[in-house]
Nanobody, 118 residues
Framework: QVQLVESGGGLVQAGGSLRLSCAAS????????IDWYRQAPGKQQELVSS???????TYADSVKGRFTILRDNAKSVVYLQMNSLKPEDTAVYYC????????????WGQGTQVTVSS
């Protein structure tokens, strides 16, 4: 089992940057695939970016070229660097983890609010 804690959210003007962190504890962090999801009011949850246990990375089209996902297994942290933020990036961002040995298990953080003002 792994516990996830997100941080780094806040209020930023359009064009600004934020770096979100997802800190994990309780298990072998390097064996987990980590995703960042976001949920905006009245909208469906969106998968923003993923990084597998092997380091493979994907991004949603809406954030390609602006967001970067990084993992530091030594610190058990995954970062989401968000640049050139837009008002439509406003959402609660959640960290999600799935162990590579059991895709049916999943763990969620509590979320961190990102608000981008125009």
């Amino acid at each position: 089992q792994v516990q996830l804690v997100e941080s780094g959210g806040g209020l930023v003007q359009a064009g600004g940057s934020l770096r979100l962190s997802c800190a994990a504890s309780g298990s072998i962090f390097s064996a987990y695939g980590i995703d960042w999801y976001r949920q905006a009011p009245g909208k469906q949850q969106e998968l923003v970016s993923s990084i597998s246990s092997g380091g493979s990375i994907t991004y949603a089209d809406s954030v390609k070229g602006r967001f970067t996902i990084l993992r530091d297994n030594a610190k058990s942290v995954v970062y989401l660097q968000m640049n050139s933020l837009k008002p439509e990036d406003t959402a609660v961002y959640y960290c999600h983890a799935v162990p590579r040995w059991d895709a049916s298990r999943e763990f969620w953080g509590q979320g961190t609010q990102v608000t981008v003002s125009s």
